[in-house]
């Protein structure tokens, strides 16, 4: 596979032994943490998630994160040019005959340190020249062009498609997707930016967290399967848990947000520096409630 020339410079870091891409990474991630302006962000919604922790264990889990963050993405570099058979090994998934059965599934892929790493990892389960993309991500456009060229590259090497859901007809395109026995990719913890397809309901230390009913929508329209899919740095490489989330079709939006944060939010406590923590998660709220990131 030819990698175009700007991402060469990632390509060759991504060739780094694994111990010395996590050593570097630690730096890079220390280096991030002093010169980031999300750290702050971060603080809060840690604040927000774990109030019955001291300040110096949500430094210390801060800490934590922004080093895993910087090796993750020499992770991710060194997956721009990794065969199949090292990528099998590499990152490891559990349940993986989800995959294998020929129904829609959507894939409720939270926020946790190795998502792209484990999205790349599923679509390669796809047997060579297939002749319609299995997988389709649905993501959001990345604010740099540079980092948008870098992540639809990495997606799309296994020929997984993109949708973005700045997209007028995203929804569809999804829809569309599961209705061909396709799997979708999707990650449904971040703010939704609007009021539209939303619900208030718990997650982490935030009783009224505005989540989407997008993907309770999707799975009663296409009948689709819904597994949660979580992917989490290892000493090794990385592993992807897939969970199913059986009698999904209920009719209640509110039940079906509530259910999938419950579940996301029992791996985070589990793990919380590998959970992503500086986006404004929590920055949409009920009309009438302060603004959380004052």
Not at 45 to 61: Q, S, V
Not at 265 to 285: G, I, N, S
């Given at each position: 596979?030819?990698?175009?020339m700007?991402?060469l410079?990632?390509?060759?870091?991504?060739?780094?032994p694994?111990?010395?891409?996590?050593?570097?990474g630690?730096?890079?991630?220390?280096?991030?943490r002093?010169f980031?302006?999300?750290?702050?962000?971060?603080?809060?919604?840690?604040?927000?998630?774990?109030?019955?922790?001291?300040?110096?264990a949500?430094?210390?889990i801060l800490?934590?994160?922004?080093?895993?963050?910087?090796?993750?993405?020499?992770?991710?570099?060194a997956l721009l040019?990794?065969?199949?058979?090292?990528?099998?090994?590499?990152?490891?998934?559990?349940?993986?005959?989800?995959?294998?059965?020929?129904?829609?599934?959507?894939?409720v892929?939270?926020?946790f340190?190795g998502?792209?790493v484990?999205?790349?990892?599923?679509?390669?389960?796809?047997?060579?020249?297939a002749?319609?993309?299995?997988?389709?991500?649905?993501?959001?456009?990345?604010?740099?062009?540079?980092?948008?060229?870098?992540?639809?590259?990495?997606?799309?090497?296994?020929?997984?498609?993109?949708?973005?859901?700045t997209q007028?007809?995203?929804?569809?395109?999804?829809?569309?997707?599961?209705?061909?026995?396709?799997?979708l990719?999707?990650?449904?913890?971040?703010?939704?930016?609007?009021?539209?397809?939303?619900?208030?309901?718990?997650?982490?230390?935030v009783?009224?967290?505005?989540?989407?009913?997008?993907i309770?929508?999707?799975a009663?329209?296409?009948?689709?399967?819904?597994?949660?899919?979580?992917?989490?740095?290892t000493?090794q490489?990385?592993?992807?848990?897939?969970?199913p989330?059986?009698?999904?079709?209920?009719?209640n939006?509110?039940?079906?947000?509530?259910?999938?944060?419950?579940?996301i939010?029992r791996?985070?406590?589990?793990?919380?520096?590998?959970?992503?923590?500086?986006?404004?998660?929590?920055?949409?709220?009920?009309?009438?409630?302060?603004?959380?990131?004052?």
């Amino acid at each position: 596979m030819t990698i175009p020339m700007s991402l060469l410079p990632l390509a060759l870091l991504g060739r780094l032994p694994l111990c010395c891409r996590r050593l570097l990474g630690k730096i890079l991630g220390d280096l991030a943490r002093i010169f980031v302006g999300r750290q702050r962000i971060a603080q809060r919604n840690l604040e927000l998630a774990f109030p019955e922790l001291t300040p110096r264990a949500r430094r210390d889990i801060l800490r934590q994160h922004f080093r895993l963050l910087g090796a993750t993405l020499l992770d991710e570099c060194a997956l721009l040019t990794m065969s199949k058979e090292r990528l099998r090994q590499f990152v490891t998934i559990a349940q993986e005959g989800e995959l294998s059965q020929s129904s829609s599934l959507i894939l409720v892929a939270p926020h946790f340190v190795g998502v792209s790493v484990g999205g790349v990892r599923i679509s390669a389960t796809v047997p060579e020249g297939a002749s319609l993309p299995r997988y389709l991500f649905h993501h959001r456009p990345m604010h740099s062009q540079f980092w948008d060229i870098f992540y639809q590259r990495l997606r799309g090497r296994w020929q997984a498609a993109g949708v973005a859901a700045t997209q007028t007809n995203a929804m569809w395109l999804c829809a569309r997707h599961l209705q061909k026995e396709g799997c979708l990719f999707y990650l449904p913890d971040t703010d939704p930016k609007t009021r539209k397809s939303t619900v208030f309901v718990p997650f982490l230390g935030v009783a009224q967290t505005a989540t989407t009913t997008v993907i309770g929508r999707l799975a009663a329209l296409t009948g689709s399967r819904v597994a949660l899919c979580v992917a989490t740095m290892t000493p090794q490489g990385y592993e992807v848990r897939l969970e199913p989330v059986e009698d999904f079709l209920i009719a209640n939006a509110t039940a079906n947000a509530t259910r999938i944060n419950q579940l996301i939010e029992r791996h985070v406590r589990a793990q919380p520096a590998q959970y992503y923590w500086l986006h404004r998660r929590f920055k949409t709220h009920p009309v009438g409630e302060r603004h959380r990131y004052d």
